[in-house]
């Protein structure tokens, strides 16, 4: 019986299907070259270095393994929903959704709501925790993106904003 990694088989498998959708989702744009990048350089490039990476661990997953293989385990649904969540919550405060009505809440709120949501991924979540880390991060990324950066999005929620 082969010893194979069916862990590492899936992530150079996953690491493939990544790549090759930067890839080809980069031909529609300019890539120009080395010297003078056009707008698709960097996501073909990139695109093309996850997919030789993938290759590398699937092919490396047929060459060592535990003794009876690495199976997978169940999937973890519990970060999945919430961290994906979280991200959808993020667009959504950031940029409002004028299709539900939804106003922009800004780049502040969005923040909080990113990490209070995505921090309910790990069991045992505090949401002290999570109000003290997402003003670091707001905080920061304000500093960072709006004025060091110059960065034009909202910041402040609609009502706050004039």
Do not use: H
């Amino acid at each position: 019986m082969p010893l194979v990694s069916q862990r590492d088989f899936l992530s150079g498998l996953m690491f493939m299907i990544v790549g090759s959708s930067f890839a080809w989702g980069a031909v529609d744009y300019e890539i120009g070259q080395a010297a003078r990048m056009g707008p698709g350089y960097f996501p073909f490039m990139l695109g093309l270095i996850l997919v030789g990476l993938g290759a590398l661990v699937a092919v490396n997953s047929f060459r060592s393994g535990p003794p009876g293989g690495d199976r997978i385990g169940s999937i973890a649904w519990r970060p999945l929903v919430f961290i994906l969540g979280a991200n959808l919550l993020f667009g959504a405060l950031l940029v409002g959704l004028p299709s539900f009505g939804l106003p922009p809440f800004g780049f502040i709120v969005a923040i909080f709501g990113l990490v209070t949501l995505s921090g309910y991924a790990r069991q045992g979540c505090k949401l002290r925790e999570s109000i003290i880390l997402a003003t670091i991060l707001a905080v920061g990324s304000y500093v960072a993106f709006v004025k060091l950066l110059n960065l034009q999005f909202p910041v402040l929620p609609w009502f706050l904003a004039n």
